[in-house]
């Protein structure tokens, strides 16, 4: 079974423009949840996506958006980076939403700013 | 707010074992258990649910003590497979679907 796939792997960018990352969850899994790591801050909530729909939302600005597609695949999109974006975006993926079931990680997307 | 973990680093001996804590200032509805290696994803290992229930690979052991707000994770008889950081993330009883997670413990095994 393919595990969570998160594309693209790094990403270099520069401050005011924006980004698209994309994150494919295992077979059968409905819930994608998105984490920003940094080594200041550890793992912080970003949003999770359940049934193409926003199911929970962490304490980023508005800058910081996501989606979800009907064959579950999710994007997450940054406008107006800042050099504080720069981070690893990792996204974790389970079968149904709620926080009572272990969460799949991808490999991250690591974006820099510059 | 985020879970304080304890300690912040530790390093063993191969075959020496270690108790890594977790606790927060909220109700808790369940704590999870990751280990990520450097450059890795992290890797689940354990749930605590309150009530009692638990999800996790069989060589892992944990506790979650729903009266203080606090779980600890068990590793014995380390091996050098065991090293990186451990984080735990918790999920308040009011929180729905989302985890909030501590800083991490690093762990490092030598021979």
């Known amino acids: 079974k393919a595990g969570v796939t998160q594309t693209p792997r790094y990403l270099i960018k520069t401050r005011g423009q924006q980004v698209t990352l994309s994150c494919s969850p295992i077979s059968g899994h409905r819930s994608v949840s998105w984490y920003q790591q940094t080594p200041g801050q550890g793992l912080q909530f970003l949003f999770e996506?359940?049934?193409?729909?926003?199911?929970n939302k962490g304490n980023f600005p508005g800058r910081f958006s996501g989606r979800q597609f009907s064959n579950s695949r999710s994007e997450m999109n940054v406008s107006t980076l800042e050099l504080g974006d720069s981070a690893l975006y990792l996204c974790?993926?389970?079968?149904?939403?709620?926080?009572?079931?272990?969460?799949?990680f991808g490999d991250g997307t690591r974006l820099s700013i510059l | 707010q985020q879970p304080v973990q304890s300690p912040q680093a530790v390093i063993l001996r191969e075959g020496e074992d270690a108790v890594i804590n977790c606790s927060s200032s909220k109700a808790l509805y369940s704590v999870h258990w990751y280990r990520q290696k450097h450059g890795e994803a992290p890797v689940f290992l354990m749930i605590?649910?309150?009530?009692?229930e638990q999800k996790g690979h069989d060589k892992i052991s944990a506790s979650f003590n729903e009266k203080k707000q606090q779980s600890s994770l068990y590793l014995t008889a380390s091996q050098l497979s065991y090293s990186g950081t451990y984080f735990c993330g918790t999920e308040k009883e009011t929180s729905g679907s989302r985890l909030t997670f501590g800083e991490g413990t690093q762990l490092t095994v030598n021979p």
């Open positions: 605590l649910l309150k009530g009692g």
């Open positions: 974790a993926s389970s079968p149904s939403s709620g926080a009572r079931q272990p969460q799949h």
């Open positions: 996506y359940f049934s193409e729909t926003q199911r």
